[in-house]
């Protein structure tokens, strides 16, 4: 079946600075990959999603490209704000499921 | 346009106590997904429901747990008895097909303490 594997930790980082959390996954064929955030008292929301190799999702200044070489969909932002701070997960859809990692949260200090 | 609803979002029980949580899906949605969310780990899926009819219920603990969806819509998932292990919060999510991904939407969870 498909999995997604994220780096251990939480994030802690300083306002303007530069995220990356990486993300690698496993599965037979090409799924769907995506990355979710969780902010603190609320549910889980789509952050943005890529379908197919060399595809970049985008959102809210957010990026990841699906990299079929790496098997790998790291999420980037190039300023944090500290609205940032949040739970992030990393997910792909095969067989009709959606694989999640464990997440890592964010902390962005003013 | 009101998102997916659960309640009760926090409910403390002593273990061998049942327990049943509450999904309100959006509207028109006619796939629902209930998670597992074990502290520091992502959601794992229990089950998915289409319309009335669970599709994929094989991660779901049947000697203990169970679910349902009368006419589609809402839909109720128990445990009966609950142990110290199925602490947890507890995800629906919903979307508006399942035959090719559908963006899910997630509700606010229910925080379950089994003491």
């Known amino acids: 079946g498909n999995s997604v594997t994220q780096m251990e930790g939480p994030v802690t980082l300083s306002e303007e600075a530069f995220l990356t959390i990486n993300c690698t996954y496993t599965?037979?064929?090409?799924?769907?990959l995506f990355w979710y955030v969780q902010y603190p008292g609320e549910g889980l929301q789509l952050l943005l999603k890529a379908t197919k190799a060399d595809d970049k999702g985008s959102n809210k200044g957010f990026e990841a490209t699906y990299r079929k070489e790496t098997t790998s969909f790291h999420l980037e932002k190039g300023s944090v704000q500290v609205s940032d701070s949040a739970v992030y997960f990393c997910a792909s859809y095969g067989n009709n499921r959606l694989a999640f990692g464990k997440g890592n949260q964010v902390v962005v200090i003013p | 346009e009101a998102g997916v609803v659960q309640s009760p979002r926090y409910k403390i029980i002593e273990k061998k106590q049942p327990v049943a949580f509450w999904c309100n899906p959006i509207s028109g949605h006619n796939t629902l997904y209930w998670y597992r969310q074990n502290l520091g780990q992502g959601p794992e899926l229990l089950i998915r429901?289409?319309?009335?009819?669970?599709?994929?219920d094989s991660q779901l603990p049947k000697d203990r747990f169970s679910a349902e969806r009368l006419k589609g819509v809402d839909s109720t998932l128990k445990i009966q008895p609950a142990e110290l292990g199925d602490s947890a919060v507890y995800l629906c999510a919903s979307s508006l097909s399942d035959g090719e991904y559908y963006e899910q939407y997630f509700g606010p969870g229910t925080r379950l303490t089994v003491t």
């Open positions: 429901y289409e319309n009335e009819e669970a599709v994929d």
């Open positions: 599965a037979t064929g090409y799924p769907s």
